[in-house]
């Protein structure tokens, strides 16, 4: 019964990172492959850790961390919080040739609310478009982001002024053939 509730533990952390990453859908269908030092689940609690040099991969999903914990509520959905220095996600995106990357000391997942949200030296990276900030909040059903720093604008370990700071590259135009002149 225990193996069982660790594979279940364990598909549900793959489908809690999976979501609001637009991830590559074929990862669904992956195998889940974890590694770590250590694991121990509380099937009463519906909890399991796992601790030390945590790396979680299920086809393009690769997640890093020193700890993950993840929970599971009276209804079945899912929180995960995953903590390192620095702990880390990368997912390629559905259906385009990039991937989705993010970083911070601490990340939370809401399972119920379909969010992210990424602590303390927080950067979340999409092709060579970036961003930077002490906090990052990722809501996948609205397709919005929010990144703060810290509130007082005073330094921080990341941010030298207390400021967000975005690089956005310019998207290639498409060339229209009537748009050229001889």
């Keep these: 019964m225990k193996s069982f509730f660790i594979m279940v533990f364990l598909a549900m952390v793959a489908m809690l990172f999976m979501r609001p990453v637009l991830a590559e859908r ?15 689940v509380q099937d009463a609690n519906k909890l399991a850790t796992f601790t030390g040099n945590v790396v979680f991969t299920q086809g393009t999903l690769v997640i890093r961390a020193d700890k993950m914990t993840v929970k599971e509520d009276a209804n079945g959905f899912q929180y995960a919080t995953a903590f390192g220095n620095l702990a880390s996600f990368r997912q390629k995106r559905d259906g385009k040739d990039d991937y989705i990357e993010g970083w911070s000391e601490r990340m939370e997942y809401d399972g119920k609310a379909d969010k992210v949200q990424l602590f303390k030296k927080a950067r979340l990276k999409r092709g060579h478009d970036e961003v930077h900030g002490d906090y990052i909040a990722y809501d996948a059903i609205n397709e919005f982001f929010q990144v703060t720093s810290s509130n007082n604008g005073t330094s921080t370990q990341t941010n030298a002024d207390g400021r967000v700071r975005a690089v956005i590259q310019p998207k290639k135009k498409e060339q229209n053939p009537k748009d050229e002149s001889p």
């Design 26 to 40: 074929a990862d669904r269908d992956k195998p889940i492959h974890l590694e770590s030092d250590q694991a121990t």
